[in-house]
């Protein structure tokens, strides 16, 4: 009785052809969101308009989900008070939508306020570990958040029409590099595992 002989599988790696695709996939995407993040620097009173419009929708979306869930509520109090959450909430986003310019100026002091907080409670955060040995760069960084919070507020409201959209285009930027490095080092590494197999 002869065995016939074993043939090689000589199909390409699936898992890493599905990697060279996610990573392929994933390089567009970023290279789309640098772009995207550039022109937003470009444009920045556009891109701060279109912030506040997003999230007027979103502010009118929720409040009218809040409104269903308000109906479908067990007890009369708690009908009540998720009533008047879903009344604020959609008219504020009415409200948003129908003035963006009101809604870039409400946006710019919340972010000037989060600015301020964080580049405060990482100062003081450093001055109470410092003897821990804490790391120079936490005061580095907080100091800076500090001071573009300040400088912010310092031309508020007029600075509000670009204040959002160039800060949406520096984030647009570094997230589509970090997921471009990182797509990138996915490829690599599967490139380099598909040729040592």
């Known amino acids: 009785m002869s065995s016939s002989p074993t043939v090689p599988d000589r199909s390409p790696d699936p898992l890493g052809r599905l ?7 994933s390089i567009v995407l970023s290279i789309l969101l640098i772009v995207c993040g550039f022109l937003a620097i470009l444009l920045p009173i556009e891109m701060s308009i279109g912030v506040v419009i997003v999230i007027s929708w979103l502010l009118m979306i929720g409040g009218v989900i809040q409104f269903i ?7 009369a109090g708690s009908r009540f008070w998720t009533g008047v959450i879903a009344i604020i909430h959609f008219g504020m986003g009415l409200f948003f939508r129908l003035d963006p310019g009101i ?3 409400a ?17 003081v955060a450093w001055f109470r570990t410092r003897e821990s040995g804490a790391s120079g760069w936490l005061l580095f960084e907080s100091a800076i958040t ?11 409201p007029s600075g509000s029409l670009w204040v959002i959209g160039t800060l949406v285009g520096i984030n647009m930027i570094m997230t589509g590099t970090t997921r471009l490095m990182l797509a990138l080092a996915v490829r690599q590494a599967s490139k380099t595992i598909g040729q040592s197999a």
């Open 107 to 123: 946006l710019t002091l919340a972010l000037i306020a989060f600015f301020i907080a964080q580049g405060v409670i990482g100062i």
């Open 103 to 105: 809604g870039l100026a």
């Open 19 to 25: 990697a060279r695709r996610v990573s392929g996939f």
């Open 146 to 156: 500090l001071l573009l919070g300040l400088m912010i507020w310092r031309h508020w």
């Open 69 to 75: 869930n308000a109906i479908r509520g067990r007890t």
